[in-house]
Nanobody
């Protein structure tokens, strides 16, 4: 069983930055970030392999967000720069047993989410 706890969300002005963290207890493999805005589906944001050597990003965040992990601390991060109002959502971290997955149905464990609000 894997437990995930996100932190680092908050309110920021457009153009600002935030760094999200996801602390994991239990074994993890590939990990990812997803986000869900009110009334919308949960969308893929970024994913990272266990070693950190492989990363994947949604087109909407490429060049602005960076996913990373520190396995010694069992923690994954999402550095978000140049934030836009359309980035406003609840951000979730998740763990998948599979490599390089971007579909939420292929993730097995989820955190409770952290709210990110970007004001214009």
């Amino acid at each position: 069983q894997v437990q995930l706890v996100e932190s680092g969300g908050g309110l920021v002005q457009a153009g600002g930055s935030l760094r999200l963290s996801c602390a994991a207890s239990g074994g993890t493999n590939s990990m990812g970030w997803f986000r869900q805005a009110p009334g919308k589906e949960r969308d893929f944001v970024a994913a990272i392999s266990w070693s950190g050597a492989h990363t994947w990003y949604a087109d909407s965040v490429k060049g602005r967000f960076t996913i990373s992990r520190d396995n010694a601390k069992n923690t994954m991060y999402l550095q978000m720069n140049s934030l836009k109002p359309e980035d406003t959502a609840v951000y979730y971290c998740a763990v998948s047993r599979l490599f390089g997955r971007t579909a939420s149905r292929e993730y097995d464990y989820w955190g409770q989410g952290t709210q990110v609000t970007v004001s214009s």
